[in-house]
């Protein structure tokens, strides 16, 4: 079946610190959605890209789209502890593939 | 956005009862919803595609018999829980997508279950 892998599993970093996680697929998406959960709760939708090479902002977040369409990535800038959670990448292919996920922890 | 409600949030149950999830499309129609199984720490898992007056489609190593899905109407989908043991302890998650195009995944709150 569709493998979505994510790297890192985990990361943790200081308050202000970047963040970035990567989703790789061996075959090429027609979309790539992100997903944060908080500890303790549902998967809530970031973002979908579609197009190749697309980037899109979201305050401190950016989503990133291969040329290839077969990586995503979002960065975080200068994290705060709010941004605490695990992000999935996810595509839609007759059912949603989620990543292996990017748990994060920001140290204050 | 679309809201998805799942009931209850968590339950306690004995070994040996029944669980029952509840999963609801508020304010969409949905033809099609999903349930996952989470582990703590992990991905979520697909036990199951549910279709609305079919039978609900299971993933390989899912115990349908196990797991019962009812998907009696538009709005309302049920995960069954049958004979629940302490090892099914877990979170279930269920999601629905607004039918269309390029659409995200709105998911319910989730169902911590704990079996003693």
């Known amino acids: 079946g569709q493998q979505v892998m994510q790297i890192p599993q985990y990361q943790h970093v200081q308050e202000g610190e970047d963040f970035t996680t990567y989703c790789n697929s061996s075959?090429?998406?027609?979309?790539i959605q992100w997903y944060k959960q908080r500890p303790g709760g549902h998967p809530v939708f970031l973002i979908q890209?579609?197009?190749?090479?697309e980037v899109k902002k979201q305050k401190r977040l950016t989503f990133q789209f291969g040329e290839a369409k077969k990586n995503s990535s979002l960065h975080i800038t200068a994290t705060q502890t709010t941004d605490v959670g695990t992000y999935f990448c996810?595509?839609?292919?007759?059912?949603?593939?989620f990543g292996t996920g990017t748990s994060l922890t920001v140290i204050p | 956005g679309a809201v998805v409600s799942q009931h209850p949030s968590w339950v306690i149950c004995k070994s040996g009862t029944s669980v029952k999830i509840e999963c609801r499309s508020l304010?969409?129609?949905?033809?099609?919803m999903f349930w996952y199984r989470q582990f703590p720490k992990q991905s979520l898992m697909l036990m199951a595609t549910?279709?609305?007056?079919?039978?609900?489609?299971?993933e390989q190593g899912v115990e349908k018999d196990k797991f019962l899905i009812n998907h009696a109407s538009l709005t309302l989908s049920t995960l069954t829980v049958t004979s629940a043991h302490p090892e099914d302890s877990s979170f279930y998650i269920c999601?629905?997508?607004?039918?269309?195009?390029?659409?995200?995944?709105?998911f319910g709150q989730g169902t911590r279950l704990t079996v003693v």
């Open positions: 549910s279709n609305e007056g079919s039978k609900a489609t299971y």
């Open positions: 999601s629905a997508r607004v039918p269309g195009k390029n659409t995200e995944a709105f």
């Open positions: 075959t090429t998406l027609s979309n």
């Open positions: 996810a595509l839609w292919r007759n059912q949603f593939y």
């Open positions: 890209l579609v197009k190749s090479g």
């Open positions: 304010d969409f129609q949905a033809t099609t």
